[in-house]
Structures are given as structure tokens and as C-alpha cells.
């Protein structure tokens, strides 16, 4: 392990290997959606196009079931916690531009 010779430098293996895990649950309604096959298709085009630009995992983890109505799960891992809101600063400034549906609320925690 390293040895520090100045006592006022405390360091803990926290500080060399700090990990950051941000998980956001965003809500969003489709109105233009008339089936679960539209709906798909929007959603399929969405998160693509997050994964891509984001480099962030995201899923549909609810209200898989209804036309209009779908809530996505997004995550993402990383050693800085200022990245993690702003990578996700980013991302809902994204999804509220796309004028295929509308964000109704959105839940972020960092762990």
C-alpha cells in the first residue's frame, strides 16, 4: 500500500476509487399514439437515439401495457458525481425537445 510522509495528506481508498450510480425514472405521455405498436415504435427510435448520443442504459420498466403512457428507466455509472448531473441535465433536455410525446415527471437518484 502507499505510504504518505506528510500527515496532512489523509487519504482513503474512497478518494482513488469513488463510483457514482445515477438512476432516473422518467414518465411520458404519447399523445399522438393510437397502439402498443406505435407506441413501440416511438419508444424503440428514443431510446436509440439516447444510447447512442449518451452512452446510458434505458428501458421501458412500466406501463408497458397502455397506448399512451410509458415510464423509462435510465442508469448510468461513472467515478464523478458533477457528471451524473449532467449527463442527465442533458438527457431530459433532450426528451422534452422530441415533440413526439410529453415528459411528466422525472425522479433522479444517485447512489
Keep these: 500500500m502507499w505510504e504518505f510522509y506528510n ?39 428514443v431510446k436509440t437515439k439516447i444510447q447512442n448520443k449518451f452512452n446510458v442504459s434505458i428501458a421501458e420498466v412500466d406501463q408497458n401495457d397502455l397506448w399512451q403512457r410509458s415510464t ?3 442508469a448510468l455509472v461513472t467515478n464523478e458525481r458533477r457528471f451524473v ?6 438527457i431530459l433536455r433532450f426528451l422534452e425537445a422530441d ?3 410529453e415528459v411528466l415527471d422525472h425522479r433522479l437518484e444517485i447512489y
Excluded at 448531473?85 to 442533458?90: E, H, I, L, V
Design 85 to 90: 448531473d449532467q449527463a442527465f441535465t442533458k
Design 99 to 101: 415533440g413526439r410525446f
Design 7 to 45: 500527515y496532512e495528506l489523509r487519504f482513503t481508498i474512497y478518494d482513488f476509487f469513488a463510483m457514482f450510480v445515477g438512476v432516473c425514472q422518467v414518465e411520458i405521455f404519447l399523445p399522438e399514439s393510437d397502439s402498443l405498436k406505435a407506441k413501440r415504435f416511438v419508444l424503440s427510435s
Design 72 to 74: 423509462l428507466g435510465l
